[in-house]
């Protein structure tokens, strides 16, 4: 098993460009994360998702959108970067059984200039 | 409104001394209480956690913590450090109450002095 893997792990954006992070696991997982990480403030939930189809806004949606097309895959989206974004993004998954027990992929660092 | 309290942004130790992190929580429901540790470029890994039961949990790599109803805090602990635990370590809120989000705490940054 993978477990959760993401890509990229690095990206460099200009403010107002917009790219797609890309979220996978492979344990058949119901609910799917994504959390962004800065220095201080531990991680803030950006959205959610519960199952294939449903999204759902977390702690800090604002700039972000998200789509679960396939069980399997999240896909966080920045349509318009900012530099306010620049930041390490992760995203975990999580099954009905255990709820609390998320699992993490590596993160993506994303820089915004 | 839930909420979770690390106490130390950045604890350093030397090894083979006790470590404790602390970690208090503010829950209005009987909550559930996780540590997940985070290794330098790495995702987070749970370490322990409190659901329901037996109040001292123990988890990977010698940690433990014990949830204390009346102080509202899951501390954790292991009584000798080596220097493989140098990390940043999180504390985590959830409730079963058909929610399935956890709150996190900001993390402390662990140092191991040799």
């Known amino acids: 098993n993978a477990g959760v893997t993401q890509t990229p792990k690095f990206r460099v954006l200009k403010t107002g460009q917009s790219m797609t992070l890309l979220c996978a696991q492979d344990?058949?997982?119901?609910?799917m994360y994504w959390y962004r990480q800065d220095p201080g403030m531990g991680l803030r939930l950006i959205h959610y998702?519960?199952?294939?189809?449903?999204?759902a806004k977390g702690e800090v949606p604002d700039g972000y959108n998200v789509s679960r097309l396939k069980k399997q895959n999240f896909l966080l989206g920045l349509e318009s970067a900012a530099p306010s974004q620049t930041s390490v993004y992760f995203c975990a998954s999580s099954y009905p059984g255990d709820l609390y027990e998320q699992y993490f992929g590596p993160g993506t660092r994303l820089t915004v200039t | 409104a839930q909420s979770v309290t690390q106490l130390g942004s950045h604890v350093s130790v030397s090894e083979g001394a006790l470590v404790l992190l602390r970690c208090n929580y503010s829950?209005?429901?009987?909550?559930?209480l996780f540590w997940y540790v985070q290794y330098p470029n790495q995702g987070l890994q749970l370490l322990l956690k409190?659901?329901?039961?037996?109040?001292l949990v123990k988890g990977i790599n010698g940690f433990e913590a014990e949830f204390k109803k009346s102080e509202t805090s899951f501390h954790l602990t292991k009584p000798s450090a080596h220097m493989s635990d140098a990390a940043e370590y999180f504390c985590?809120?959830?409730?079963?109450?058909?929610?399935?989000?956890?709150?996190f705490g900001t993390g402390t940054r662990l140092t191991i002095i040799p």
């Open positions: 344990m058949n997982h119901e609910y």
């Open positions: 998702s519960v199952g294939e189809g449903t999204t």
């Open positions: 409190y659901t329901t039961g037996a109040t």
């Open positions: 829950s209005s429901v009987p909550p559930y």
């Open positions: 985590a809120l959830g409730t079963n109450f058909g929610n399935e989000k956890l709150t």
